[in-house]
């Protein structure tokens, strides 16, 4: 069946770095955007990144630019997430998602219904 299992997440302090993966299976993963998406403790989903198919291209939401970078194997069907420079508002649940094709409007509003496939996430705590 299809999987989207994260890991990689911890408690690290502000400044602290960490990377997270995302391993897929049951499903051919190279055929599908792939996004990042986190909630942070009372908000709503939010979009972090997606990355097409290739992955050679990838776009991050405005206040994690320049410190995530997210890329793709598409040879191991893993997502990854490269943090730094991590602040404490970026403590949240993160979680991979795939779709097909590159989603519009999700800077704004996501849900996960919005994306064919999800998995249960990983906590990322940062904290002094």
């Known amino acids: 069946q299809v999987q989207l299992v994260e890991s990689g997440g911890g408690l690290v302090q502000p400044g602290g770095s960490l990377r997270l993966s995302c391993a897929a299976s049951?499903?051919?993963?190279?055929?599908?955007?792939m996004y990042w998406l986190r909630q942070r403790p009372g908000k709503p989903l939010e979009y972090v990144s997606a990355?097409?198919?290739?992955?050679?291209?990838?776009y991050h939401r405005d206040s994690v630019k320049g410190r995530f970078t997210t890329s793709r194997r598409n040879a191991e069907s893993t997502l990854l997430l490269q943090m730094n420079d991590l602040k404490v508002e970026d403590t949240a649940r993160y979680y991979c998602?795939?779709?097909?094709?590159?989603?519009?409007?999700?800077?704004?509003?996501?849900?996960?219904?919005?994306?064919?496939?999800w998995g249960q996430g990983t906590q990322v705590t940062v904290s002094p």
């Open positions: 049951g499903f051919n993963f190279g055929d599908f955007w």
């Open positions: 998602a795939a779709a097909i094709g590159r989603l519009q409007g999700i800077a704004t509003e996501t849900h996960l219904s919005d994306y064919r496939y």
């Open positions: 990355i097409n198919l290739r992955g050679n291209v990838a």
